[in-house]
């Protein structure tokens, strides 16, 4: 497989924009990316979604989560680590089936900015 062969933004009836609109909203669509406003209140289980293209995230607002599996399996907890920081800027080559539920006190907002090409390189 080629990497235009590859996942592509809205490939699945789970696409987070299809699956969980009450939590992304698109800002920006052209050809080469979507832009993408991610919110989970304080408290909220997204519904079960993926993010199958390559994505930059930028963390407007953070707080504590849980991304469970589409079996409720833990992928990721971040009170497992007291000393847990949200990174303002990272990278995401794709995201799986997956729920997330915000554990934290604030809003957990996100700008993602997928990439809907074949990847550079």
Known sequence: MTAADGPRVGDDDL?????????????????????????????????LHTHLAPTVLYVLSGSHFIRRDEHGGTMFDTRADPAFVLPR???AASTPSHTIENTGDDDLVVIGVELKGPRAG
């Open 89 to 91: 800027v990272q990278f």
């Open 15 to 47: 696409d987070g924009v299809v699956a969980a609109p009450g939590n992304h909203k698109v800002l920006f669509e052209n050809d080469d990316v979507r832009v993408l406003e991610t919110t989970i209140v304080a408290g909220e289980i997204t519904p």
